[in-house]
């Protein structure tokens, strides 16, 4: 059965870093595009940063560009999402997901298996 659980979420301060997890059972996340997605209240989920599964190319939204980082470690099967200098806006809760197909996109339909998501506040 295939599973993602996300970790690493909670309060932080504005500036502040946090390192998100997610975990995969079932398959591994070497052979799969995985991508990270975030939701705040009231709005549309939308994609944050992914990562392919052949090269590692990695692709990231604009607004986190130079401050977030996504990264794989193929021997514990699990992505990361490393977030620096963190602003109010990022508040959402964040989802990981894997996509059966080969290219890494950050479109929400693109992906097929999703994690239950970790929520991240940023506020003083």
């Known amino acids: 059965q295939l599973q993602l659980v996300e970790s690493g979420g909670g309060l932080v301060q504005p500036g502040g870093s946090l390192r998100l997890s997610c975990a995969a059972s079932?398959?591994?996340?070497?052979?799969?595009?995985i991508a990270w997605f975030r939701q705040a209240p009231g709005k549309e989920r939308e994609g944050v940063s992914c990562i392919s599964s052949s090269d590692g190319r990695t692709v990231y939204a604009d607004s986190v560009k130079g401050r977030f980082t996504i990264s794989r470690d193929n021997a514990k099967n699990t992505v990361y999402l490393r977030m620096n200098s963190l602003k109010p806006e990022d508040t959402a809760v964040y989802y990981c997901?894997?996509?059966?197909?080969?290219?890494?996109?950050?479109?929400?339909?693109?992906?097929?298996?999703w994690g239950q998501g970790t929520p991240v506040t940023v506020s003083s």
């Open positions: 079932g398959f591994l996340v070497e052979y799969y595009p």
């Open positions: 997901a894997a996509s059966i197909a080969s290219d890494p996109s950050l479109e929400v339909f693109d992906y097929d298996y």
